[in-house]
Protein backbone atom coordinates (compact mmCIF):
# COMPACT_ATOMS: atom_id res chain seq x y z
CA UNK A 1 0.00 0.00 0.00
CA UNK A 2 1.69 3.44 -0.48
CA UNK A 3 2.21 5.79 2.04
CA UNK A 4 -0.18 8.66 3.00
CA UNK A 5 2.03 11.65 3.10
CA UNK A 6 0.81 15.50 3.36
CA UNK A 7 2.11 18.84 1.96
CA UNK A 8 0.50 22.56 2.44
CA UNK A 9 -0.70 23.94 -1.05
CA UNK A 10 -3.28 26.73 -2.22
CA UNK A 11 -3.07 27.71 1.83
CA UNK A 12 -4.66 24.33 2.71
CA UNK A 13 -3.48 20.86 3.56
CA UNK A 14 -3.47 18.01 0.34
CA UNK A 15 -3.74 14.51 1.64
CA UNK A 16 -2.02 12.55 -1.57
CA UNK A 17 0.06 8.51 -2.45
CA UNK A 18 1.71 7.98 -5.14
CA UNK A 19 2.32 4.89 -6.71
CA UNK A 20 5.18 4.40 -9.54
CA UNK A 21 8.83 5.84 -9.89
CA UNK A 22 9.77 9.22 -9.57
CA UNK A 23 11.00 10.77 -12.76
CA UNK A 24 8.38 8.45 -14.83
CA UNK A 25 5.70 10.15 -16.71
CA UNK A 26 3.64 11.82 -14.28
CA UNK A 27 -0.31 10.94 -13.80
CA UNK A 28 -2.16 12.87 -11.59
CA UNK A 29 -5.77 11.59 -10.66
CA UNK A 30 -8.52 13.89 -9.10
CA UNK A 31 -11.61 12.45 -8.01
CA UNK A 32 -15.51 13.77 -7.94
CA UNK A 33 -18.15 14.89 -5.68
CA UNK A 34 -17.70 13.97 -1.89
CA UNK A 35 -15.22 11.11 -2.78
CA UNK A 36 -12.02 10.28 -1.50
CA UNK A 37 -8.60 9.20 -3.68
CA UNK A 38 -9.63 5.84 -2.42
CA UNK A 39 -12.01 6.07 -4.94
CA UNK A 40 -9.28 5.42 -7.55
CA UNK A 41 -8.80 2.01 -7.81
CA UNK A 42 -5.21 0.94 -6.36
CA UNK A 43 -5.35 -2.05 -8.84
CA UNK A 44 -6.06 0.52 -11.42
CA UNK A 45 -2.95 2.60 -9.93
CA UNK A 46 -0.44 -0.30 -9.75
CA UNK A 47 -1.34 -1.05 -13.14
CA UNK A 48 -0.36 2.38 -14.68
CA UNK A 49 2.71 2.38 -12.51
CA UNK A 50 3.59 -0.71 -14.17
CA UNK A 51 3.14 0.54 -17.09
CA UNK A 52 5.97 3.01 -16.65
CA UNK A 53 3.98 5.60 -15.44
CA UNK A 54 4.35 7.71 -11.70
CA UNK A 55 0.49 8.22 -10.64
CA UNK A 56 -0.35 10.41 -7.89
CA UNK A 57 -3.91 10.26 -6.46
CA UNK A 58 -4.88 12.92 -3.45
CA UNK A 59 -7.98 14.32 -1.60
CA UNK A 60 -9.89 17.47 -2.90
CA UNK A 61 -10.34 19.98 -0.31
CA UNK A 62 -13.08 18.84 2.25
CA UNK A 63 -12.85 14.94 1.93
CA UNK A 64 -10.56 12.75 3.43
CA UNK A 65 -7.38 13.28 4.86
CA UNK A 66 -7.11 16.96 3.18
CA UNK A 67 -7.80 20.06 5.01
CA UNK A 68 -11.68 20.45 6.16
CA UNK A 69 -13.62 23.93 6.18
CA UNK A 70 -15.63 23.41 8.67
CA UNK A 71 -15.93 26.63 9.80
CA UNK A 72 -17.74 27.65 7.09
CA UNK A 73 -21.31 26.67 7.03
CA UNK A 74 -22.46 24.07 4.21
CA UNK A 75 -25.31 26.06 2.02
CA UNK A 76 -29.02 24.41 2.89
CA UNK A 77 -30.48 21.99 0.95
CA UNK A 78 -33.01 24.77 -0.14
CA UNK A 79 -30.62 27.16 -0.88
CA UNK A 80 -28.45 25.04 -3.29
CA UNK A 81 -32.21 24.34 -4.96
CA UNK A 82 -33.01 27.88 -5.50
CA UNK A 83 -29.20 28.74 -6.24
CA UNK A 84 -29.10 31.17 -4.25
CA UNK A 85 -25.97 30.12 -2.33
CA UNK A 86 -22.86 31.38 -2.33
CA UNK A 87 -20.61 29.06 -2.54
CA UNK A 88 -17.99 29.11 0.37
CA UNK A 89 -15.03 28.37 -2.50
CA UNK A 90 -15.62 27.24 -6.35
CA UNK A 91 -14.35 24.62 -8.79
CA UNK A 92 -11.25 27.80 -10.00
CA UNK A 93 -10.22 27.45 -6.28
CA UNK A 94 -10.48 23.29 -6.17
CA UNK A 95 -8.56 23.83 -9.45
CA UNK A 96 -5.75 25.91 -7.63
CA UNK A 97 -5.34 23.38 -5.69
CA UNK A 98 -4.78 20.58 -7.72
CA UNK A 99 -2.18 23.46 -9.86
CA UNK A 100 -0.72 24.04 -6.66
CA UNK A 101 -0.21 20.48 -5.44
CA UNK A 102 1.59 19.90 -8.78
CA UNK A 103 3.99 22.86 -8.43
CA UNK A 104 4.73 21.73 -4.40
CA UNK A 105 5.65 18.02 -6.17
CA UNK A 106 7.57 19.37 -8.95
CA UNK A 107 5.55 17.46 -11.24
CA UNK A 108 4.61 19.54 -14.48
CA UNK A 109 3.66 18.97 -16.80
CA UNK A 110 1.33 16.41 -16.09
CA UNK A 111 -1.03 13.89 -17.67
CA UNK A 112 -4.08 15.22 -15.82
CA UNK A 113 -7.27 12.42 -15.51
CA UNK A 114 -10.38 13.75 -14.05
CA UNK A 115 -13.59 11.65 -13.11
CA UNK A 116 -17.19 14.01 -12.54
CA UNK A 117 -16.32 17.08 -10.46
CA UNK A 118 -12.75 16.15 -10.85
CA UNK A 119 -13.28 16.04 -14.55
CA UNK A 120 -14.62 19.79 -14.03
CA UNK A 121 -11.50 20.71 -11.72
CA UNK A 122 -9.36 19.20 -14.39
CA UNK A 123 -10.74 21.27 -17.28
CA UNK A 124 -10.69 24.07 -15.30
CA UNK A 125 -6.78 23.43 -14.21
CA UNK A 126 -5.86 23.14 -18.17
CA UNK A 127 -7.72 26.55 -18.82
CA UNK A 128 -5.83 28.75 -16.25
CA UNK A 129 -2.65 27.16 -16.79
CA UNK A 130 -2.17 24.71 -19.77
CA UNK A 131 1.30 25.07 -19.82
CA UNK A 132 1.56 22.82 -16.55
CA UNK A 133 -0.45 19.93 -18.68
CA UNK A 134 0.87 17.59 -21.22
CA UNK A 135 -2.50 15.60 -21.30
CA UNK A 136 -5.76 15.70 -20.24
CA UNK A 137 -8.22 12.77 -19.43
CA UNK A 138 -12.13 13.26 -18.68
CA UNK A 139 -13.72 10.57 -17.62
CA UNK A 140 -17.82 10.53 -16.91
CA UNK A 141 -17.71 14.25 -16.70
CA UNK A 142 -19.66 17.21 -18.70
CA UNK A 143 -18.70 20.93 -19.44
CA UNK A 144 -20.41 23.00 -17.38
CA UNK A 145 -23.60 24.02 -19.90
CA UNK A 146 -27.05 23.09 -17.74
CA UNK A 147 -28.12 21.41 -21.98
CA UNK A 148 -25.85 18.56 -21.66
CA UNK A 149 -24.79 15.81 -18.99
CA UNK A 150 -28.04 16.31 -17.01
CA UNK A 151 -28.74 13.86 -14.19
CA UNK A 152 -31.95 12.05 -14.39
CA UNK A 153 -34.48 13.90 -12.95
CA UNK A 154 -35.06 10.17 -10.33
CA UNK A 155 -31.94 11.53 -9.18
CA UNK A 156 -32.06 14.89 -8.35
CA UNK A 157 -33.26 14.58 -4.43
CA UNK A 158 -30.53 11.80 -4.27
CA UNK A 159 -27.83 14.39 -5.13
CA UNK A 160 -29.20 17.42 -2.91
CA UNK A 161 -29.80 15.04 -0.31
CA UNK A 162 -27.23 12.36 0.57
CA UNK A 163 -28.26 10.47 3.62
CA UNK A 164 -25.82 11.59 6.95
CA UNK A 165 -24.49 7.93 8.07
CA UNK A 166 -23.09 7.69 11.89
CA UNK A 167 -20.91 4.80 11.41
CA UNK A 168 -19.09 2.46 9.40
CA UNK A 169 -21.47 0.00 9.14
CA UNK A 170 -24.11 2.96 7.79
CA UNK A 171 -21.53 4.45 6.01
CA UNK A 172 -20.69 0.67 3.86
CA UNK A 173 -25.08 0.46 3.26
CA UNK A 174 -25.07 3.88 2.23
CA UNK A 175 -22.71 3.61 -0.45
CA UNK A 176 -24.61 0.40 -1.71
CA UNK A 177 -28.14 2.08 -1.97
CA UNK A 178 -25.99 4.56 -4.06
CA UNK A 179 -24.28 2.65 -6.41
CA UNK A 180 -27.30 0.05 -7.30
CA UNK A 181 -28.88 3.29 -8.43
CA UNK A 182 -25.89 5.33 -10.35
CA UNK A 183 -23.67 2.41 -11.33
CA UNK A 184 -23.09 0.19 -14.16
CA UNK A 185 -25.97 -2.01 -15.06
CA UNK A 186 -24.24 -3.54 -17.35
CA UNK A 187 -21.46 -4.80 -14.76
CA UNK A 188 -22.01 -7.12 -11.60
CA UNK A 189 -22.07 -4.58 -8.52
CA UNK A 190 -18.38 -4.72 -7.05
CA UNK A 191 -20.14 -4.82 -3.47
CA UNK A 192 -17.13 -6.03 -1.76
CA UNK A 193 -14.93 -3.10 -3.00
CA UNK A 194 -17.83 -0.33 -2.40
CA UNK A 195 -18.00 -1.33 1.13
CA UNK A 196 -14.40 -1.44 1.87
CA UNK A 197 -13.85 1.81 0.36
CA UNK A 198 -16.73 3.52 1.97
CA UNK A 199 -15.57 2.02 5.52
CA UNK A 200 -12.00 3.26 4.62
CA UNK A 201 -13.31 6.93 3.98
CA UNK A 202 -15.97 7.23 7.03
CA UNK A 203 -12.64 6.65 9.31
CA UNK A 204 -10.32 8.48 7.41
CA UNK A 205 -12.57 12.26 6.98
CA UNK A 206 -16.86 11.50 6.83
CA UNK A 207 -17.98 15.00 6.53
CA UNK A 208 -21.69 16.01 5.32
CA UNK A 209 -20.77 19.26 5.16
CA UNK A 210 -17.73 18.94 2.99
CA UNK A 211 -20.12 17.48 0.50
CA UNK A 212 -22.64 20.00 0.63
CA UNK A 213 -19.85 22.91 -0.13
CA UNK A 214 -18.30 21.02 -2.76
CA UNK A 215 -22.35 20.58 -4.37
CA UNK A 216 -22.19 24.17 -3.86
CA UNK A 217 -19.28 24.66 -6.15
CA UNK A 218 -20.44 22.00 -8.59
CA UNK A 219 -23.63 24.59 -9.09
CA UNK A 220 -22.06 27.48 -9.24
CA UNK A 221 -19.47 26.25 -11.93
CA UNK A 222 -19.97 28.37 -15.46
CA UNK A 223 -20.21 27.00 -19.26
CA UNK A 224 -16.96 26.59 -20.30
CA UNK A 225 -18.41 25.41 -23.66
CA UNK A 226 -17.18 27.95 -25.69
CA UNK A 227 -13.61 28.19 -23.68
CA UNK A 228 -13.00 24.62 -24.30
CA UNK A 229 -11.87 25.54 -27.82
CA UNK A 230 -8.25 26.95 -25.88
CA UNK A 231 -7.91 23.68 -24.71
CA UNK A 232 -5.09 22.29 -27.19
CA UNK A 233 -3.02 19.28 -25.19
CA UNK A 234 -3.70 15.51 -26.31
CA UNK A 235 -7.24 14.64 -24.86
CA UNK A 236 -9.24 11.58 -24.13
CA UNK A 237 -12.83 11.80 -22.47
CA UNK A 238 -14.33 8.67 -21.50
CA UNK A 239 -17.85 8.01 -20.65
CA UNK A 240 -20.51 5.48 -19.78
CA UNK A 241 -23.26 5.32 -22.91
CA UNK A 242 -25.49 4.43 -19.55
CA UNK A 243 -24.68 6.80 -17.09
CA UNK A 244 -27.65 8.28 -15.27
CA UNK A 245 -25.90 11.07 -13.21
CA UNK A 246 -23.91 12.82 -15.74
CA UNK A 247 -25.44 11.60 -18.89
CA UNK A 248 -23.14 10.86 -21.87
CA UNK A 249 -24.01 14.06 -23.42
CA UNK A 250 -21.93 15.99 -21.77
CA UNK A 251 -18.43 13.75 -22.41
CA UNK A 252 -19.77 14.06 -26.15
CA UNK A 253 -20.26 18.03 -25.75
CA UNK A 254 -16.80 17.82 -24.87
CA UNK A 255 -15.16 15.87 -27.26
CA UNK A 256 -16.80 18.00 -30.20
CA UNK A 257 -15.57 20.95 -28.16
CA UNK A 258 -11.85 20.13 -27.58
CA UNK A 259 -9.70 19.83 -30.58
CA UNK A 260 -8.56 16.80 -31.96
CA UNK A 261 -9.67 14.87 -28.69
CA UNK A 262 -10.84 11.27 -28.75
CA UNK A 263 -14.35 9.99 -27.60
CA UNK A 264 -14.64 6.52 -25.85
CA UNK A 265 -17.88 5.12 -24.61
CA UNK A 266 -18.31 2.27 -22.82
CA UNK A 267 -22.15 0.22 -23.22
CA UNK A 268 -23.50 -0.90 -19.74
CA UNK A 269 -21.53 1.78 -18.40
CA UNK A 270 -23.14 4.10 -15.26
CA UNK A 271 -21.34 6.14 -12.86
CA UNK A 272 -18.75 4.50 -11.58
CA UNK A 273 -15.14 2.41 -12.30
CA UNK A 274 -16.33 -1.17 -13.21
CA UNK A 275 -13.67 -3.47 -12.40
CA UNK A 276 -14.00 -5.54 -15.32
CA UNK A 277 -13.44 -1.92 -17.20
CA UNK A 278 -9.96 -0.97 -15.03
CA UNK A 279 -7.80 -2.67 -17.83
CA UNK A 280 -9.30 -0.46 -20.77
CA UNK A 281 -8.84 2.39 -19.07
CA UNK A 282 -5.33 1.74 -18.11
CA UNK A 283 -4.67 0.91 -21.81
CA UNK A 284 -6.38 4.12 -23.19
CA UNK A 285 -4.69 6.78 -20.68
CA UNK A 286 -1.49 5.29 -21.34
CA UNK A 287 -1.89 5.16 -24.71
CA UNK A 288 -2.83 8.66 -24.54
CA UNK A 289 -0.17 9.40 -22.27
CA UNK A 290 2.60 7.57 -24.78
CA UNK A 291 1.66 9.72 -27.15
CA UNK A 292 1.78 13.10 -25.18
CA UNK A 293 5.61 12.25 -24.64
CA UNK A 294 6.24 11.72 -27.85
Not at 53 to 73: E, K, L, M, Y
Not at 101 to 109: E, K, M, R, Y
Not at 141 to 155: D, F, I, K, M, N
Not at 196 to 206: C, I, K, L, N, Q
Request: glycine fraction near 8%.
Amino acid sequence: MPDLKTLPANGIEIAYETFGERGAPPIVLVMGLGTQMLAWPDELCEDLAQRGHHVVRFDNRDVGASTHFTGIRAPSIAALLSRRARPPYTIDDMADDCLALIDALDLAPVHLVGASLGGFIAQTAALRRQSSLRSLTLIMTSTGSRRVGQAAPRLISRLLQRPVVTDREAAMRSIIDTFTVIGSKGYALDEERLRDVAGRSFERGYDPGGYRRQLAAVIAQPNRTERLREIRVPTLVMHGLHDPLVAPSGGLALARRIRGSRFVGFNGMGHDLPRELWPEFADHISALVRRAER
